[in-house]
C-alpha cells in the first residue's frame, strides 16, 4: 500500500508543480483541471484499497488518517477555490475584499466548531483511532458527524473527510489570506498612482525583469544614498508602472538560484544602450 500511495504521491508533485500555487497565481480553468485529476486519483487510490484482500487494523488507520485524506484534502481545496472564483463578485476591491473576508470567517467557524477534533488531530492524538479511521466502528459518545451515513462504507469511515476538510481548510485559510493582502496592496498602488501625474507608462516587461530591476537599485546606493527599504522600492515600480510584483522575494530567491547569467534583465539594458549608442555614432 504503501509503495502504491508514494508513486501516487510523486504523480501529484509533479502536476501541482504546474500550478502558482504559492503565489494563488491559479485561474478557474486551472483550478477545475486540477479538480478533475485529482478526483481520478481518489477513484485510482479507491480500486487499488478495494484490491487488497486483507489489511490491517493499523494499515487501516493508516489510509484513512493519513493516505486518503491527503488526496481528498487537494480535491476539495480546489474544488472549493474554483467555487469561490467562480461566485466572486466582479464590483470594487472594498466588494471582493468582503467576499473574501466572508468565506475566511466561514473556514474559522468550521474550525472553531469542531475544536475538540482539529486538536486532537494537530496533536497526533492516536487513544480513538480505532473508532475514527477503522470502517464499521463508531462511538455515539464521540459525536460523529451525521453525514457518515450517507458516504462509501467500503471507503470511509468515521473521520476520514473531516480531516480532508481540515487540510482543505488550513489550505483555503492561506490562499484567502494571501488574496486580501493583494487587493489592500492594490487599493495602496491605485491610492499612491491617483497622486502621480497623470501618464500612461506601463510596464510590458515580465514580472522577474522587474523585480531584478528593483533589487538592482536597492543593491547600489541610487537612491536615498542606499538607504532605503526594499518594500520601498518595490512599491514605487508597483504604483510607478501599475504592475503587481506578488511575492518579490521568492521571485528574487529564484533570481539567486540562476545557473547562468543571474542578471539577465540588467545585461539586457547595457546591451540595449550600447547598441543604441553605436547606432547613433554612426548617424
Given at each position: 500500500m504503501k509503495a502504491f500511495f508514494k508513486q501516487l504521491s510523486d504523480k501529484i508533485e509533479i502536476e501541482m508543480?504546474?500550478?502558482?500555487?504559492?503565489?494563488?497565481?491559479?485561474s478557474i480553468e486551472e483550478a477545475f483541471a486540477m479538480v478533475e485529476f485529482f478526483k481520478k486519483c481518489l477513484s485510482d487510490l479507491r480500486t487499488f484499497f478495494l484490491s487488497q484482500e486483507f489489511i490491517s487494523a493499523q494499515a487501516e488507520i493508516t489510509f484513512f488518517k493519513e493516505m486518503k485524506p491527503e488526496v481528498l484534502g487537494l480535491l476539495l481545496y480546489f474544488n472549493k477555490m474554483h467555487n469561490i472564483e467562480l461566485k466572486r463578485p466582479t464590483g470594487s476591491n472594498d466588494t471582493q475584499r468582503e467576499y473574501y473576508e466572508n468565506e475566511l470567517r466561514s473556514i474559522t467557524y468550521f474550525f472553531e466548531r469542531h475544536l475538540d477534533f482539529y486538536q486532537y488531530y494537530r496533536s497526533k492524538s492516536t487513544h480513538f483511532d480505532e473508532y475514527y479511521f477503522v470502517r464499521g466502528k463508531s462511538c455515539p459518545q464521540l459525536c460523529a458527524d451525521s453525514?457518515?451515513?450517507i458516504r462509501d462504507p467500503l471507503f470511509s469511515t468515521v473521520y476520514d473527510f473531516k480531516i480532508a476538510k481540515i487540510i482543505s481548510n488550513e489550505m483555503l485559510r492561506i490562499y484567502l489570506n494571501k488574496k486580501l493582502l493583494r487587493l489592500e496592496k492594490q487599493m495602496t498602488i491605485d491610492k499612491n498612482r491617483a497622486l502621480l501625474p497623470v501618464g500612461n507608462l506601463k510596464w510590458t516587461g515580465s514580472k522577474v525583469a522587474a523585480i531584478e530591476f528593483g533589487y538592482a537599485l536597492h543593491a547600489c546606493p541610487a537612491i536615498n544614498r542606499g538607504h532605503t527599504d526594499i518594500k520601498d522600492i518595490m512599491l514605487f515600480i508597483e504604483t510607478f508602472f501599475n504592475i503587481d510584483l506578488g511575492d518579490y522575494y521568492r521571485t528574487y530567491i529564484a533570481i539567486r538560484g540562476r545557473k547562468k547569467d543571474r542578471t539577465a534583465f540588467l545585461n539586457s539594458l547595457i546591451d540595449g544602450l550600447i547598441k543604441k549608442m553605436d547606432e547613433d555614432d554612426k548617424n
Open positions: 508543480q504546474t500550478i502558482d500555487l504559492d503565489g494563488c497565481d491559479i453525514s457518515q451515513y
